[in-house]
């Protein structure tokens, strides 16, 4: 079975900077994307930054230029720098990857168990 195991959150005064990494383990043959997803207290949870096995990137409008997405493929591991950080960004951010059990199998989703993040004002 995979898991994502995020770490990382925490409480940062707004304008401040944190760092989230999510690492996969289990039976995974194949990843094909990984990304940060955040929920806020009465609203959906929704993308913040994802990126592909081969690099490519994609940003909430709200985080571009604030957040850099990056992983380690090697490591099976993903990161979200979060520069300039806003009281709106408080959220929990959960870690997500579309990725294959088998060579031959399709791929799902799969999500962390969440990590917090509080900014202050």
């Known amino acids: 079975q995979a898991q994502l195991v995020e770490s990382g959150g925490g409480l940062v005064q707004a304008g401040g900077s944190l760092r989230l990494s999510c690492a996969a383990s289990g039976s995974i043959f194949r990843i094909n994307t990984m990304g940060w997803y955040r929920q806020a207290p009465g609203k959906q949870r929704e993308l913040v930054a994802s990126i592909t096995s081969g690099g490519s990137t994609i940003y909430a409008d709200s985080v571009k230029g604030r957040f850099t997405i990056s992983n380690n493929n090697a490591r099976r591991t993903v990161y979200l720098q979060m520069n300039s950080l806003k009281a709106e960004d408080t959220a929990i951010y959960y870690c997500?990857?579309?990725?294959?059990?088998?060579?031959?199998?399709?791929?799902?989703?799969?999500w962390g168990q969440g990590t917090q993040v509080t900014v202050s004002s």
């Open positions: 997500n990857s579309e990725a294959a059990a088998l060579w031959n199998g399709p791929s799902r989703d799969y």
